[in-house]
Each structure stands twice: as structure tokens, then as C-alpha cells.
């Protein structure tokens, strides 16, 4: 079972920009379907952005722009770079994996592992 990590978080200004970096026990790149997904209080989880085993990336719509998700295939770890970050943005965020393939890739019912994630505020 992959054991995932997410670093980065904190807080920021509306306007500034965090990098969210996972890292996982066992290699990834092009073994697994990663993503980034996020939690706001009193709301249900979102998908922000996937890469998959092709390299292939979908963004959720109010991030398009803003974040970009790369994966350090000589490492192993996934980042997630978002910049021009609102306070809308404010959410727990969790990195995940998932080994099959699937219809939508924002889905987060769709994967197995999960991180504990790491806490993003913005203050406006």
C-alpha cells in the first residue's frame, strides 16, 4: 500500500503564491494517476488537479491559470505550484493516488491512497 506525504502548506496573502509538494514510500511516475484534491470546511472534497500516468493533466476550472501539478520523475514527487492564490482557495489539501484508469479524473471516490494533508490559508 503507498504511503503519501503531503509539505508545503501555510499562509499567504491573496495574491501569493505556495508550492505543495507529496511524496510517496514507492515509485510513481507512470505507475500511478496522482492528484491533488482539497477540503474546505463544510464542504465536500474537490478535485484541483490530476496528472496521469501519460503525463496528461486536467485542472479543476477556477484553478486553471493559477496552478500547475508537475511530477520530478527522478524523485518520485509530485508538486503542486499555485500562484494568484484567492482566499476562496483556503482549504486543507491532500495529495492522492490512484493505479486505474477512470472517467473522471477529478473524482476523489475514484482513489485509493491517500495523504493527511496539509493546511493552505489565504487571507485577503
Known amino acids: 500500500q503507498v504511503q503519501i506525504e503531503e509539505s508545503g502548506g501555510g499562509s499567504v496573502q491573496s495574491g501569493g503564491s505556495l508550492r505543495l509538494s507529496c511524496a510517496a514510500s514507492e515509485p510513481t511516475y507512470r505507475r500511478y494517476c496522482m492528484g491533488w484534491f482539497r477540503q474546505a470546511p463544510g464542504k465536500e472534497r474537490e478535485g484541483v488537479a490530476v496528472?496521469?500516468?501519460?503525463?496528461?493533466?486536467t485542472y479543476e476550472d477556477s484553478v486553471k491559470g493559477r496552478f500547475t501539478i508537475s511530477q520530478d520523475n527522478a524523485k518520485d514527487d509530485l508538486h503542486l505550484q499555485m500562484n494568484s492564490l484567492k482566499p476562496e482557495d483556503t482549504a486543507m489539501y491532500y495529495c492522492?493516488?490512484?493505479?486505474?484508469?477512470?472517467?473522471?479524473?477529478?473524482?476523489?471516490?475514484?482513489?485509493?491512497?491517500w495523504g493527511q494533508g496539509t493546511q493552505v490559508t489565504v487571507s485577503s
Open positions: 496528472i496521469d500516468r501519460d503525463g496528461r493533466t
Open positions: 492522492a493516488a490512484r493505479n486505474r484508469r477512470v472517467s473522471e479524473p477529478l473524482n476523489p471516490n475514484d482513489y485509493s491512497y
